[in-house]
């Protein structure tokens, strides 16, 4: 069974965040939540620079990744991830509003490991992260990473 290891919400919208954690929560997930507001901020968390410097070294069990933010956008952080040894193991689930045909196929190709399209109706998205949270974040299992 998975240990408890972070989750990575990287959304820049704060209604949709809180949305989330509320989502996570009521499902009494035990998992941190790092929220980040963009991929940049994102990637400074991941590879632990900047104000994330001192942050400890293990990766998150999942990466919950919305796609349309402000300075870097998730089919970015999926292309910088997925190419790189270390950050390629991690699951990614793209938790987003695009519907765009382009988003999903490309998505897949650089590797995610699922794309949502966010609900509508708050109780539909309440119940699809609930899902999310417990596939990932306590079914699922990684492989161990060297440092």
Do not use: H
């Amino acid at each position: 069974m998975n240990q408890l290891g972070k989750i990575l919400l990287v959304e820049d919208d704060s209604r949709d965040v809180e949305l989330t954690l509320m989502a996570l929560e009521k499902y009494k997930l035990s998992n941190k939540i790092v929220v980040t507001r963009d991929g940049v901020e994102a990637l400074d968390y991941l590879y632990k620079r900047g104000k994330f410097e001192n942050t400890s070294n293990d990766l998150p069990v999942v990466i919950l990744l919305d796609l349309k933010m402000p300075r870097m956008n998730g089919i970015e952080v999926i292309r910088t991830l997925k190419s790189d040894e270390r950050m390629r193991i991690i699951p990614i689930v793209v938790l987003t509003s695009s519907q765009e045909d382009l988003d999903l196929k490309e998505c897949y190709r650089l590797g995610v490991n699922a794309y949502v399209v966010k609900p509508v109706r708050f109780s539909e998205f309440v119940e699809a992260v609930e899902n999310i949270g417990v596939f990932w974040a306590l079914l699922n299992e990684l492989p161990k990473v060297d440092s």
